[in-house]
């Protein structure tokens, strides 16, 4: 409980001081995520299935006439998750 100024300005400092770590640990395993990320497609294997994926899941039409709107979203969401890959290969690309 705070019974004073200098009390509450001493909490505020801890909390920010507990936030950077919170902070820094989420951006530690964001980093440790993209490099697998990275690690997975810059094998052979890796770019053959980015390649095929994006084929067939980011280079088409999203849209096709008579669709539905959960089938638009699908198709939408499908290449999202390449977008999200990219994404996590480039962030890691950019840390090394």
Known sequence: MVDNWDDLDTTEENDIEAKALV????LDKKIAYDKIFLN???????ELMVKTLRERLV???????GSTLEETAYRQGQADV???IDSCVNSALSTK
Do not use: K, S, W
């Open 23 to 26: 902070q820094n640990e989420d």
């Open 40 to 46: 997975c497609v810059a094998t052979p294997e890796g």
């Open 59 to 65: 280079d088409r039409v999203i849209y096709q006439r």
């Open 82 to 84: 390449l977008a999200m």
